[in-house]
């Protein structure tokens, strides 16, 4: 393999374009065992994800997780797919065209595109394309509100492999995390309200149940600060509903394996809250800025049929942001501010015609 990628022709005097990058996790291409294997090798061989000693780890995966594991994923994917494919990509895409858009009204001379850790679109193939459109400089979101290295760090790692393949590198700037930011705490309240004006404001026997994406416990312990900012997300979004403790619930879901993870878990939470005489629970997953496998069956489905088993007689579960108008000014809100010195200011109608052109092109050179 060639040490460098190919390069597109240089020109002199082409103009500087700038590109955003949306970069989510990832989803099999389709809701069957064969695609879904083929995903979750990809995702769970990353030395991020899990960090196990590559040899014991090697054995375990192939030789018992990917004989086991892909058919029943499969099934839970096969449960939330959509006629349009998987909801996690048909949203991201979504938030990159309204966010393109958005930032064109505003006078902003920026491509926005999107791509995904694992599967496809690929990160270097989509740095590629931004590359050979013209793109000499690229901000980098990852869609992870808080930092986690086996959310936000691999994805970085994935950028920074595609650089060394390339000549003429880009200038790259990075979003690191956005667990506090004003728009996106807004964007979550707000839709809480919603939800309450719709289902009546709960009486003392509830609970905002706030459910995160779950970590083993020794990331914490080595330094990884998504616990923490898991709890400033949850806390800043009780106080801007006025929550007190005992009315809202951080926990964690999505355990996998036999050792200790970041506590509480979901599932046993439900239960112990029904227990305990919580008739009703609203589940939001503020995490996940795109509704996936994790919230629409883990939370939504399997939630559900936990706190009802148990006893709870209400469960609501609140869509995640995806593409709510107060989340993508928030969106465009965290890209203005990483672009401050990136000259992208133009007016309204040539931004619109610019991107429109570029757009067309890269279109058709694609078919």
Same mark, same amino acid.
């Given at each position: ?5 190919p390069?597109p ?19 099999p ?27 014991? =780890? =090697? ?30 990509? &048909?949203?991201?895409?979504r ?8 930032l ?9 595109d ?17 590359k ?11 869609l ?14 994935a ?25 996106? &705490? ?33 990331t ?8 923490c ?40 939470t ?56 107060? =989340?993508?000014?928030?969106?465009a809100? &965290? ?6 010195? =990136? ?25």
């Amino acid at each position: 393999m060639p040490r460098y990628l190919p390069e597109p022709a240089y020109r002199h005097g082409s103009p500087a374009l700038t590109a955003v990058l949306l970069i989510n996790l990832g989803t099999p291409a389709a809701p069957n065992t064969q695609a879904v294997r083929a995903y979750l090798k990809e995702f769970l061989s990353d030395p991020r994800v899990v960090e196990i000693p590559r040899p014991i =780890w =090697w054995l375990i995966l192939n030789g018992i997780i990917l004989n086991i594991r892909p058919r029943r994923s499969a099934e839970k994917y096969a449960s939330v797919w959509t006629p349009e494919g998987s909801p996690l990509k &048909i949203h991201v895409e979504r938030q990159a065209k309204l966010l393109r858009g958005f930032l064109g009204q505003a006078g902003q001379r920026v491509l926005v595109d999107y791509a995904m850790r694992y599967g496809e679109p690929s990160i270097p193939a989509t740095l590629s394309r931004l590359k050979a459109e013209g793109c000499s400089r690229i901000l980098l979101l990852p869609l992870y509100p808080q930092y986690a290295a086996s959310t936000t760090a691999t994805a970085l790692d994935a950028a920074g492999a595609w650089l060394k393949r390339v000549r003429n590198q880009p200038e790259i700037r990075t979003v690191r995390s956005f667990a506090d930011h004003p728009g996106y &705490i807004a964007a979550l309240a707000a839709s809480v309200r919603e939800h309450w004006t719709s289902h009546r404001r709960p009486d003392s026997s509830y609970r905002l149940l706030m459910s995160f994406h779950g970590l083993p416990r020794y990331t914490l312990d080595k330094g990884d600060p998504y616990h923490c900012e898991c709890q400033k997300t949850g806390r800043m979004l009780a106080e801007a509903l006025g929550l007190g403790p005992e009315q809202y619930q951080i926990c964690f879901q999505s355990r996998f394996g036999r050792a200790q993870w970041l506590q509480p878990y979901t599932a046993p939470t439900l239960q112990s809250l029904a227990a305990q005489g919580v008739r009703r629970i609203d589940a939001i997953c503020p995490g996940f800025p795109a509704d996936c496998l994790e919230t629409l069956e883990e939370i939504a489905i399997e939630g559900k049929c936990e706190f009802l088993r148990a006893g709870g007689k209400e469960f609501f579960y609140l869509p995640c942001l995806n593409e709510r108008d107060d =989340w993508i000014h928030a969106l465009a809100d &965290i890209v203005a501010q990483h672009l401050q010195g =990136w000259p992208t200011q133009v007016s309204p109608d040539t931004a619109s015609l610019e991107l429109s052109a570029l757009r067309a092109k890269a279109l058709g050179a694609s078919s």
